[in-house]
């Protein structure tokens, strides 16, 4: 066998359980963690909501139910986990761990600075908490063209009108995610109006307002924070084992980080401040030189701001969305788990 290839994981966040991945987790885990999976089950029926295995089992998908934070949030972590957990270490070595938004709260268990147990824990109370926030909500918009390219002026163009907006009377706005080639803008009801209102042509797609999600990574969030640090107590956390970068793109680092302060940014910082994952992801491939970028279920929608965040800093020689299409087919550096061919090159068949 040959020598194993060097990998960052990336656990995905909100809005990748969609239609498509309904009975996934049944279908790929269901006979290899079906101890894991009754774990699972049984914190969410010890709450009195639906569990896991019901959900993922419906008959058909419904976006009132699905995307609801409280259901999609311990959807996401599970299929993450396990996917994770499906990993060939004969093939990979893992070397880091990042996340996007609440894919955070996955990276912690991958990362080992809490249980996967405790981690579906953190992600389920997280998706109750989240629905805990002023009125508000986030809205996507692009900044790159057809080709993953920054449209020269339109990223500064943005942040200056939001600027602009957040400074007026009763209108709260800001940035949520940075994605790379793409901003996910967060605010108050007014402040998105107004952005809505005033927002430049836009290459490629129009704004879009992301279904089911709150002003996260605000201020606005100050219920979800208070709530997670009532709940959640310092004994759920422990050092990593796996270095986990956060969205400010700090490392934490094995035998170098406090648990109390990996506790402290997750339920403070994390959820009232920026995440910025494109960052994340730079600062993980500079530091760790990974041979391959794993990204986890459930779906592959991440696979593009990973493939955007690479070309923001020309990582081997990747400069646009051609280059990263051409290396894809020749020789893959990102493997999406959510695509059957890429996830047989990772995890072999089941």
Known sequence: MSARKTALVVAPGRGTYGKGELGSIARLHGARFGELIANFDAQRRERGQPTVTELDGADRFSVATHMRGDVAAPLIYTATALDYLSIDRDRYDIVAVAGNSMGWYSALALGGAVSVEDGFRISNAMGLNSQTHGPGGQILLQVVDEDWRPVPGLRDQLLALVAS??????????????????????????????????????????????????????????????????????????????PMVDGRGHIWRRFASDPHAVRDYTFGHQILAPYDFALSVQVAVREFAPDVVILPGPGDTLGGAIGQSLIGIGWQGIASKADFMARQATDPILLSMGRAEQRALVAGQQ
Do not use: Q, W
């Open 165 to 242: 907006i957040a400074a007026r009377a009763g209108h709260d706005l800001a940035l949520s995610i940075d994605l790379g080639g793409m901003l996910v803008l967060a605010g108050n009801e007014e402040g998105l109006a107004a952005l809505l209102a005033e927002t430049p042509p836009m290459p490629g797609r129009d704004p879009l307002r992301l279904a089911g999600h709150g002003p996260f990574h605000t201020p606005l969030m100050f219920g979800s924070s208070d709530k997670a640090k009532a709940e959640l107590p310092a004994s759920l956390f422990g050092a990593p084992a796996i």
